[in-house]
């Protein structure tokens, strides 16, 4: 690889906002302030739009005070798009590059984030223009492939499976039928994750359905039935982007909704629709009477005071690595690798070619889920639980023997 050439980088940041993709940029920024060969590294405002349009700041003059907090900050502090480019956009994208003499492009996202990157740097290669372009992986869903898990899970598995928790002890106060609505399009990682902080035998949630894992109504309400006859309550994690046997999801069919992101993805977020039918076909079809539905929505990606310290430490590890490896390498996505488990959970990282992720997804494997399909496995408690940083313990009496 010939020499890391002395020019300008912008990084940005893409798609739904995460609890730690700040810790990302700051990684960039602190390790970029580090090598002479990046002159200036620029901040595009919302991501390839502020591209397009040379919205930039200069984040090498940003304090290092500043910078603790943003990194400690939830949410995308550069603004973020939902724009999905096609060619002539990337090629937009390359005439700003070449105007500013931008060679080093870090892009913080999903697959379609490196999907961005993946066709800006074939371009430039055609175009004979050297450029390095990294992506740095984040996104709640976890559905990246190569990486073992995404930044931003972790924090996000974090937050619902606390909520979750706290839910569990409400119903036991005032038992009845809860429902509660996670984010998960097509993989079921973080819906998978309220089981994260069961404590005892009985703790909810008692039902947990995924996209993996279609399911009828019919087999559904027969699921809660059978909890609420044994328990006396029941607590379910429902997925957003469950589906029927027939392939459509539940949430289509509920909303008969045309509205779509900019990816063309049907709307299943920011509506409590689901949920609400849900909870109106159990009180239908159980007769009872205490039945209450949550829809966390935009919640879970974004709060604020609730990191996992391991998530946060290891989102500044990938904004760090990709600006040392576009410093001796070609162009990539940065991949984590789990080296230790349990007590001695461990990572590396190390560099991916972006064909292999650019636009490409993962679902939770057949190990994480267990045979009726209404809940998760004990592989997935050990795999997802070292990315929450741990969880608060919590006690109940009601249930306990008299003296």
């Known amino acids: 690889m010939a020499n890391a050439p002395k020019a300008n980088a912008v990084v940005s940041q893409s798609g739904g906002p995460t609890g730690v993709i700040n810790a990302s940029l700051v990684g960039v920024i602190e390790e970029a302030k580090k090598h002479p060969e990046i002159k200036n590294l620029y901040g595009a405002i919302h991501a390839v739009s502020g591209i397009v349009k040379e919205n930039f700041i200069d984040l090498k003059k940003i304090s290092d005070d500043v910078l603790e907090t943003v990194a400690a900050s939830p949410s995308s502090a550069l603004g973020s798009s939902r724009d999905k480019p096609d060619d002539e956009y ?20 999903g697959n379609d984030s490196a999907n961005t990157c993946f066709i800006i740097n074939n371009m430039a290669q055609q175009a004979g223009f050297e450029l390095r372009a990294f992506h740095v992986p984040k996104t709640i ?14 924090t ?12 569990d002890l409400d119903n036991r106060a005032l038992p009845g039928i809860k429902i509660d609505c996670i984010m998960g399009r097509h993989a079921g990682f973080l819906t998978g994750a309220a089981a994260l902080g069961k404590q005892r035998d009985d703790d909810g949630p008692h039902l947990i359905y995924l996209p993996e894992r279609p399911i009828t109504m019919e087999k559904f309400l027969a699921d809660v039935e059978a909890v609420y006859k044994k328990l006396g309550r029941c607590v379910i994690a429902v997925s957003e982007g469950i589906g029927d046997t027939d392939g459509i999801t539940w949430a289509e069919k509920v909303t008969k909704t045309d509205e779509r ?10 509506t409590g629709a689901l949920a609400d039918y849900l909870a109106m076909r159990i009180k239908a079809k159980l007769k009872v009477k205490r039945v209450r539905a949550d ?32 410093s001796k390498d070609a162009s990539g996505s940065v991949a984590i690798k789990r080296t230790g488990t349990g007590k001695n959970y ?10 292999n992720v650019a636009e490409k997804t993962k679902s939770m494997p057949a190990e994480f889920i267990n045979k009726d399909g209404n ?27 008299k003296i």
């Open 375 to 401: 809940g998760i496995t004990p592989a997935f408690v050990d795999y997802a639980l070292p990315l929450t940083g741990g969880l608060p313990k919590t006690e109940y009496l009601g249930n306990k023997p």
């Open 141 to 154: 869903d976890n559905d990246l492939l190569v990486t073992d898990h995404c930044p931003g899970f972790g």
């Open 261 to 270: 992101d900019g990816h063309g993805n049907v709307q299943l977020s920011g």
């Open 346 to 355: 461990a990572v590396e990282l190390f560099r991916t070619e972006l064909a």
């Open 156 to 167: 996000a598995a974090k937050f619902v499976a606390c909520a979750i928790m706290g839910d």
């Open 90 to 109: 990337c090629k937009k994208i390359l005439d700003v590059f070449k105007k500013q003499d931008i060679r080093y492009f870090f892009y913080i996202g």
């Open 295 to 326: 829809t966390f929505g935009y919640l879970q990606r974004s709060f604020a005071g609730l990191q996992s310290e391991v998530d946060a430490r290891e989102a500044r590890w990938c904004g760090r690595h990709a600006v040392q490896f576009a």
